[in-house]
C-alpha cells in the first residue's frame, strides 16, 4: 500500500498556527501592496469598458513597428500592447475607447493602418469591445455574486455545523480571496469575468476542503468528550491529511494541465484556480482549524451533539445493517 | 446477489445509457448523428460562441425616444384637438429633459377649457402643473408599459432581420430590463450585421418645400412647419463625401409601416441597384392622390433622417409601388430592403457589448481545452491506479462515467458548451476522483484498526457519505449563484461544474459502492487491493 501520510502521524498543527497566520499576513501584505501600487486591480475590459483586438501574424513581426502603426491613429492613442504565445506572432491590442454605435466600429479604423504596413499577412481573430455602462453592470453583478456565495455559505455552515466553524470557514476564505487576488495582481494578470468565475469556484473548493476537516474534527470531539480542542484538532487534521493532499494533488494535475497547454484564453483563469487551490488546502489546514480555538469553551456543546448531520448519519448506519442483515 | 444490490445496478446501467445515448451524437459528429436509428437522440452539445466563432451582441434599446416619439405624436394631435376647440396656443411642445408636455396658451381664460379637453381626450397623462404653462405627464405604469412594448417589437423586428439575413441557428433575446442580446454563431461579416441589426430603418416620405429658401432655413430661419435635412452623396469612384441641405414639409406622406414588401432590383443606364417597395391598400390610396395633386414637385425619401433621393413627382403613381435610389451596392440594397421589410424599430439601440471571434480561434481553443484536458485527466488517472491499484482503476472508471454524464446532460438540456465551461469539465475531473479518495481513504484507516474487509468498506462509504454531501452542496451553491450572475461563457462554466459536482456524488454513492457489494458478494475476498 502506497501512502503519502503514514497512518498514525499526528502533526502539532494548532502549535504552527502563529507562525502560519504570519507567513499568510505576510504574502496577503505583499499582494495587497502589489494592488495598492498599482492603484485597485487592474480590471479587464468586460468590467471597465474599452476594446481589445487579438491579432495574428503569418510571420514573426516586430512589435515596434506595431506600436509605430496603432500609435499613429487617434482612437488608439492611449492604447497597450500585450504579445502571448512568445512567437512574436500573437498580439492583443487594448485601448480604452469603445463606441456605442451600430454603423462605426473601431477594428475597421485599425484595418486601415495594419493593411498599410503588414498587408494581408494578419489576421484579426478576436474583437471585444465592451461599453462603459454594461462594464459597470459587470462590475455590480461580480461583486454581488461574491458577497452571496460568501453569505450562502456562511448561513449552510451555521445550519449544518456550530457558529465558530462557520466564523472559521469564513476566515479561511476571506484569506483564500485575499492571497488569489493579491497574487493576480502581482503577477499581472487582469480580473475578467473568468477570473471571478474563478475566484468563486475557489471559495467552493475551499469550503469543501474545509467541511472534510471540520466533518473530521466533530467526530473526534463526540467520540471522546474527554478529548481537549487542541488534540481534537490536531487528530482530526492529522487523520485527514492524506486525503487533503492527495485531492488538491489531483485536482493541480488537471489545473496545471490547463495552465500549460490551455492556450491564451484559459491563462489568467487557470493562474487564479492554481494560486486558490494551494492557498484554499493551507487555509483548511492551518488557518479554518486553529480559528476554532479562538473561541473559549468545548467545540461542540453537549446538548447540540445530536444535530441533523449525526441524525442522518446514525440512520445511515442503521440502514447499513439492516441491508448486512438480509 | 442481493436484491438491494440488483436494483442499483440496473439504475446504474439505465443512467449511463441513458446519458451515453445522448453524448454519441457529440462523438460521432453532426453527420453521422443523422444516420443514426430513429429512437436515439441526434443533437449534438451546443458550442458557444468562444468555441466555435461568431458575434455576440448586447444591444441597449433607447426607450426614452420610444416615448418622446409617442410624446410629440401626441403633442401634434393636442395641437389639432385645441384649434378645433377654438383655444389659441401659443406653444405646445415636449421639453426633452423632462419628458413634458408643455402647453402655453395666449389667453389665461381659456385655462379650465384647455384643462377639460385634456383631461377627456388623454387619460393616460396626469397634469403635473395646472397653472400656465400646463404640463403634462405620461402616467409611471403606462410609461413602462410604453417601454416594455418597445422591447418587444424591437426584439420582433431585430429576430426578422436576423431571420433574413441568413445565419444558421441565431439567437435573439431579452436580457435583463432593457438589453437584448444577439448571437450570430459563424458569421463571416460581423460589422454589416451589426449595421443591419442596429438600423432604425424609419423611412418616410416628405414633400420638399421648394417656396423657401435654404440659406434662410440655414441660417435658422426654417418655415415652422418645415424641417432641414441633408442628402448625404458618396461619389462611387473618389469616395468623397458631399451634404446638400433640403428644406421639406414635416408632415409625413408615407411611412414605412405601410411598406407590405421591398426587394432588389436593377436598372438605369449603369444598370445599378435599386430597392423597389410596395405599399398597404391605405398607403397606396394616399400615395396615389398625393402625386396626382403634387406633379412637378420633388418628393424627398427619408430613411433615418436622411434623404436618399428626392425625385420630382412626374405624375400620379397608382399601384402603390415605388423605389429607392442611390449609389447603392448589392449588399447595401440587399440590406436595405432586408430592414423595410421587417419594419423599422421603434427607436434607436446602442450596442452595449460586442464580441467577435474568428472561426479558427475557437478551433483553436477547443483543440487547447481539450488537450490540457486529456493530459489533466491521464496524469489523474495513472496517480489513481499507482496510488490505489485496482479500487484506483474503479475510481478512474468513475470518473470517465461522470465525463460521460455531462456531457450527455450538455445534450440533453440543450446546454451550451463554452470555454471556461470545458476548464469547468476538467475541474471536476479533478475532483470527480475526491469523492472516492475520501471514501478510500476511510476504508483503510477502517481496515488498519483490524475491520472485516466487509465492514471497512461498508463503514467506509457510510462515514465518508456525510462528508462528500456538505462538501458537494456548498460547492453547488455556488456554482448555482455563479449561473444566476454570469454572463454567457461563466454561465457555461457553472453549468458545467453543477452538472459535474451531481455526478459526482452519484458516481460515487452508487456505481462505486455497488461494484464493490458485486464483488464482495461473489469473491469474498479477505484483501483488497486498495
Avoid: C, W
Avoid at chain 1, 502539532?12 to 502563529?18: A, M, R, T
Avoid at chain 1, 448531520?309 to 439492516?322: G, L, W, Y
Amino acid at each position: 500500500m502506497i501512502r503519502i501520510v503514514k497512518p498514525d502521524v499526528l502533526i502539532d498543527f494548532v502549535s504552527k498556527f502563529k507562525l502560519a497566520i504570519g507567513i499568510s499576513l505576510v504574502l496577503i501584505l505583499i499582494g495587497m501592496g502589489s494592488l495598492v501600487m498599482q492603484g485597485g486591480p487592474k480590471l479587464g475590459i468586460e468590467f471597465k469598458g474599452g476594446t481589445s483586438i487579438q491579432l495574428q501574424f503569418n510571420k514573426p513581426i516586430n512589435v515596434v513597428d506595431l506600436r509605430k502603426a496603432v500609435a499613429s491613429l487617434k482612437t488608439f492613442k492611449d492604447s497597450r500592447i500585450q504579445s502571448f504565445g512568445g512567437t512574436n506572432q500573437h498580439y492583443i491590442i487594448y485601448t480604452k475607447t469603445s463606441t456605442s454605435s451600430t454603423t462605426q466600429n473601431i477594428e475597421d479604423k485599425l484595418k486601415s493602418v495594419l493593411d498599410k504596413q503588414f498587408h494581408s499577412n494578419y489576421k484579426i481573430m478576436k474583437v471585444d469591445m465592451v461599453g462603459p455602462k454594461i462594464g459597470k453592470e459587470f462590475r455590480d453583478k461580480g461583486l454581488e455574486a461574491i458577497i452571496i456565495a460568501l453569505l450562502a455559505i456562511l448561513i449552510y455552515i451555521s445550519i449544518r455545523f456550530q457558529y465558530r466553524f462557520a466564523f472559521g470557514a469564513i476566515a479561511a476564505l476571506f484569506h483564500d480571496v485575499l492571497i488569489t487576488v493579491g497574487f493576480l495582481s502581482l503577477f499581472g494578470y487582469e480580473f475578467t469575468l473568468d477570473v471571478v468565475a474563478a475566484i468563486l469556484t475557489i471559495v467552493g473548493y475551499s469550503i469543501n476542503d474545509t467541511i472534510v476537516i471540520y466533518d473530521r474534527i466533530r467526530e473526534k470531539v463526540k467520540n471522546n468528550r474527554k478529548m481537549s480542542p487542541t488534540e481534537a484538532i490536531n487528530k482530526g487534521v492529522s487523520e485527514t491529511l492524506s486525503r487533503t493532499i492527495l485531492t488538491a494533488g489531483t485536482t493541480l494535475f488537471v489545473v496545471l494541465a490547463l495552465y500549460l497547454f490551455g492556450g491564451h484564453a484559459l491563462k489568467g483563469m487557470s493562474f487564479a484556480l492554481l494560486v486558490g487551490i494551494v492557498s484554499g488546502t493551507y487555509s483548511s489546514i492551518f488557518i479554518a482549524s486553529p480559528v476554532l480555538l479562538a473561541f473559549k469553551g468545548p467545540l461542540i456543546p453537549e446538548k447540540k451533539e445530536e444535530d441533523s448531520a449525526d441524525r442522518f448519519k446514525q440512520q445511515i448506519e442503521f440502514d447499513m445493517k439492516n441491508v448486512r442483515g438480509n | 446477489m442481493k436484491s438491494y444490490t440488483l436494483i442499483k445496478l440496473v439504475i446504474i446501467i439505465a443512467v449511463i445509457a441513458l446519458f451515453g445515448a445522448y453524448a454519441v451524437p457529440t462523438f460521432v459528429g453532426k453527420d453521422a448523428a443523422k444516420r443514426l436509428p430513429g429512437y436515439m437522440p441526434k443533437d449534438t452539445i451546443n458550442l458557444g460562441l468562444d468555441l466555435k466563432g461568431g458575434m455576440h451582441l448586447v444591444l441597449g434599446v433607447e426607450t426614452d425616444k420610444a416615448i418622446f416619439a409617442v410624446l410629440s405624436r401626441v403633442s401634434g394631435n393636442l395641437k389639432k384637438q385645441l384649434i378645433n376647440a377654438k383655444i389659441a396656443y401659443d406653444k405646445v411642445y415636449v421639453d426633452s429633459k423632462t419628458n413634458d408636455i408643455v402647453i402655453s396658451l395666449v389667453d389665461r381664460k381659456d385655462k379650465d377649457r384647455a384643462l377639460d379637453l385634456i383631461g377627456a381626450n388623454l387619460p393616460n397623462y396626469q397634469i403635473v402643473s395646472e397653472d400656465l404653462p400646463i404640463k403634462l405627464r405620461l402616467k409611471e405604469k403606462i410609461a413602462e408599459k410604453l417601454k416594455k412594448e418597445a422591447i418587444d417589437q424591437a426584439i420582433s423586428v431585430i429576430r426578422n432581420r436576423v431571420d433574413q439575413f441568413g445565419v444558421a441557428e441565431p439567437t435573439v433575446i431579452r436580457s435583463g430590463e432593457n438589453h437584448i442580446v444577439v448571437e450570430l454563431p459563424g458569421i463571416k461579416d460581423a460589422n454589416r450585421a451589426v449595421r443591419l441589426i442596429g438600423r432604425t430603418a424609419r423611412l418616410e416620405l416628405h414633400l420638399v418645400d421648394d417656396k423657401a429658401n435654404i440659406d434662410d432655413a440655414l441660417n435658422g430661419n426654417v418655415p415652422p412647419d418645415d424641417e432641414v435635412i441633408y442628402e448625404i452623396k458618396r461619389d462611387p469612384t473618389t469616395g468623397e463625401v458631399s451634404k446638400i441641405p433640403f428644406v421639406v414639409k414635416k408632415d409625413v406622406v408615407i411611412t414605412g409601416a405601410m411598406i407590405t414588401n421591398a426587394s432588389v432590383r436593377f436598372g438605369g443606364t449603369m444598370n445599378q441597384p435599386y430597392v423597389a417597395f410596395e405599399l398597404n391598400s391605405q398607403g397606396a390610396k394616399i400615395f396615389s392622390s398625393f402625386t396626382a395633386s403634387h406633379i412637378g414637385k420633388r418628393l424627398a425619401i427619408v430613411l433615418d433622417n436622411t434623404i436618399y433621393s428626392a425625385p420630382v413627382i412626374q405624375g400620379a403613381i397608382t399601384g402603390g409601388r415605388g423605389q429607392i435610389t442611390g449609389n447603392f451596392s448589392i449588399t447595401e440594397a440587399h440590406d436595405l430592403a432586408i430592414v423595410l421589410r421587417s419594419g423599422s424599430l421603434p427607436a434607436p439601440v446602442k450596442v452595449l457589448q460586442k464580441v467577435t471571434i474568428g472561426p479558427s480561434l475557437g478551433k483553436i481553443s477547443i483543440e487547447k481545452g481539450t488537450k490540457a484536458m486529456i493530459f489533466g485527466s491521464l496524469a489523474v488517472i495513472l496517480f489513481m491506479i499507482f496510488y490505489y491499484k485496482l479500487s484506483g482503476v474503479l475510481a478512474d472508471f468513475a470518473m470517465a462515467i461522470n465525463v460521460l454524464i455531462i456531457l450527455g446532460a450538455l445534450a440533453m438540456f440543450h446546454a451550451t458548451l463554452t470555454l471556461p465551461g470545458l476548464a469547468g469539465i476538467a475541474l471536476t475531473i479533478g475532483m470527480a476522483v475526491d469523492a472516492n479518495v475520501l471514501i478510500y481513504e476511510r476504508i483503510r484507516e477502517e481496515l488498519m484498526i483490524g475491520r472485516s474487509v466487509y465492514d471497512a468498506v461498508n463503514t467506509g462509504y457510510a462515514r465518508a457519505f456525510v462528508t462528500i454531501f456538505d462538501a458537494n452542496i456548498t460547492t453547488l451553491i455556488v456554482a448555482i449563484i455563479l449561473y444566476q450572475f454570469g454572463s454567457g461563457p461563466v454561465k457555461g462554466f457553472a453549468v458545467t461544474m453543477s452538472i459535474g459536482l451531481l455526478a459526482n456524488m452519484f458516481t460515487a454513492v452508487t456505481f462505486t459502492k455497488t461494484v464493490f457489494e458485486i464483488v464482495l458478494d461473489k469473491f469474498k475476498p479477505n484483501k483488497l487491493s486498495i
